[in-house]
């Protein structure tokens, strides 16, 4: 079983990023050189919010989700177990 850890860090997210400016495709496609893998792991380090405000880490609830849903969508949304 192939495990592939994605690492990001320091993202220093406020409430008023606007995530339709963080490439998020680039993220999920820049996975395809790493070959084929049966699991992911999303490993975040560092700062996340940019001052631990409420709403900065409902941002980052938001990338989140929309990085592992486009992961999915691409990598694992076709397999069968």
Known sequence: ???LFLHLSDAHLT??????EININAIVN???QMGNF???VLVFSGDIANSGNENE???A???????LK?????????KTY
């Open 38 to 40: 049966d699991e992911c």
């Open 1 to 3: 079983m192939k495990i």
């Open 61 to 67: 609830g938001s990338m989140f989700g929309k990085i």
């Open 70 to 78: 486009g992961i999915n969508d691409k990598y694992f949304a076709l």
């Open 30 to 32: 820049s996975l395809f």
């Open 15 to 20: 409430q008023e990023t606007n995530l339709c």
């Open 57 to 59: 880490y409902r941002v």
